[in-house]
């Protein structure tokens, strides 16, 4: 059974930095692309970053370029994302989740695993 887990979430001020973490179990972790996705109080989950198998094709949606980078390390089966210059609007419930191929995938239905989420809060 995959599991993922997310950490690293908390509060932190505008302008900020975090760094999420999402520790991969139970399957070969370095032939799946994964994912970031979250969801804000009263709004449904939305895409915000993917990362290919091999770690060289990344992905974002548009609010987060320039300041979110996804990355991997396969050696440590585990998907990072730093989080630079936050706003408030970045405030979510951030979720990591296991493509279901080796490719970068921006729906909710390219992916098959979830994990349980990490609660990013950025105060004004």
């Known amino acids: 059974q995959v599991q993922l887990v997310e950490s690293g979430g908390g509060l932190v001020q505008a302008g900020g930095s975090l760094r999420l973490s999402c520790a991969a179990s139970g399957s070969i972790f370095s032939i799946n692309a994964m994912g970031w996705f979250r969801q804000a109080p009263g709004k449904e989950r939305e895409f915000v970053a993917t990362i290919n198998w091999k770690g060289d094709n990344t992905y974002y949606t548009n609010s987060v370029k320039g300041r979110f980078t996804i990355s991997r390390d396969n050696a440590k089966n585990t998907v990072y994302l730093q989080m630079n210059s936050l706003k408030p609007e970045d405030t979510a419930v951030y979720f990591c989740?296991?493509?279901?191929?080796?490719?970068?995938?921006?729906?909710?239905?390219?992916?098959?695993?979830w994990g349980q989420g990490t609660q990013v809060t950025v105060s004004s």
């Open positions: 989740a296991r493509a279901r191929s080796l490719y970068t995938g921006l729906r909710e239905d390219e992916y098959n695993y």
